[in-house]
């Protein structure tokens, strides 16, 4: 009992608990990720292909979605969001499920959320139907999906590649959904890792006066339309 309740104050619980619980909504996520040999270049091994999605919200995330309890499994549900998505049939079974946790509550709603994630290894020529059928017959394409995107790894000569990655902006734990695949997973080493994150932090801040530098821009012209407006008023009413 006091395990359970350690569990579920850490957020995390096992499928068959996320299972037991009432009240509660499901949406399912994957990680569909190969090898590869390619280089980038020509010279910058790129190791492992792994997929995530622009949404239609401008969060990149994984793709799944909800699941509709009363009539499948998890498994189908996500199967039938990943037909939506991604365009292709593809198998995923209890086995590949590797964590399910309490979504933190955003927003007084009836049913609260549990996200389920999944990984999946393909075959790179796999990916690369994943990739072609997104675009060509997935019926979700350009509307809950703006484009499959592949994850960089590496790191460039001026520190981009995963950094630059990671300082976008992800859906729920999406990118913590990531970070701890590419550790379990051993695609990625801590000590790379945590180089990649430290330059994130200095690429996000560097984001943050790009965006104060726009904002400046967008309200001198905001301001300078509302003098426009003004003026052309008080000439009308002056008439
Ligand atoms: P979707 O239909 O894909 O937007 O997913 C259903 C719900 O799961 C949404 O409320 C999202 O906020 C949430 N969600 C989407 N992707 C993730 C993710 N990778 N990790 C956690 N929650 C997610
Ligand atoms: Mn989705």
Do not use: W
């Not at 590419?182 to 943050?208: C, G, I, V």
């Amino acid at each position: 009992m006091e395990k359970r309740i350690l569990l579920i104050a850490n957020g995390q619980v096992s499928r068959a608990e996320a299972l037991a619980c009432s009240g509660y909504r499901h949406a399912c996520h994957v990680m569909l990720y190969s090898d590869t040999k390619s280089l980038l270049f020509g010279r910058t091994p790129i190791k492992h292909i792994i997929l995530m999605q622009m949404r239609f919200d401008g969060l990149l995330g994984f793709p799944g979605g909800f699941v509709n309890q009363s009539n499948e499994s998890l498994e189908a549900g996500l199967c039938r969001e990943l037909q939506e998505e991604l365009g292709v049939a593809l198998s995923i079974s209890e086995d590949d499920h590797v964590d399910a946790r309490l979504a933190p509550v955003t927003s007084p709603s009836p049913s609260r959320l549990i996200t389920h994630f999944y990984v999946k290894k393909l075959t790179e020529e796999q990916i690369r139907e994943v990739e072609q059928a997104s675009l060509s017959t997935a019926s979700d394409h350009g509307q809950e999906v703006l484009g499959m995107v592949r994850v960089p790894l590496y790191t460039t000569k001026t520190g981009g590649g995963l950094s630059s990655f990671l300082s976008h902006a992800f859906i729920g734990n999406a990118r913590t959904q990531l970070l701890d695949s590419l550790l379990r997973l051993h695609l990625l080493s801590p000590e790379d890792l945590h180089k990649a994150l430290k330059h994130s932090l200095k690429t996000h801040a560097h984001t943050a006066v790009d965006l104060q530098a726009a904002l400046a821009l967008t309200a001198a012209k905001r301001d300078q339309s509302l003098i426009t407006v003004t003026q052309a008023h008080t000439h009308v009413q002056s008439q």
